[in-house]
């Protein structure tokens, strides 16, 4: 009986650290679900900005060189 009691407990154990093993991966994949999808959305958001800027540049070229100017003198 002791030994037939020390399998189940042992089983149980088992199966713990598996569901346990399983839940770590299960969390991991849906942090590199997440982080992909931040990049995504940072990607699309940059390449907004991009085509807006372009647009802005097509309208009035010189509010555009000014910023570059600004940018250009702050880094000196």
């Keep these: 009986m002791k030994k037939r009691r020390e399998a189940e407990v042992a ?3 088992a199966i713990l ?6 839940t770590d991966d299960v969390n991991e994949a ?4 997440e982080s992909r999808r931040k990049q995504a ?3 699309v958001s ?3 900005q991009s085509q807006r800027i372009r647009e802005m ?9 000014m910023v ?4 250009m003198s702050k880094e000196q």
């Design 11 to 13: 089983a149980q154990k």
């Design 17 to 22: 650290k598996t569901k346990l093993e399983v």
């Design 30 to 33: 849906e942090l590199d679900e």
């Design 41 to 43: 959305r940072q990607r």
């Design 46 to 48: 940059a390449e907004l």
């Design 57 to 65: 540049a097509e309208k009035d070229p010189r509010v555009v060189a």
């Design 68 to 71: 570059i100017r600004q940018w």
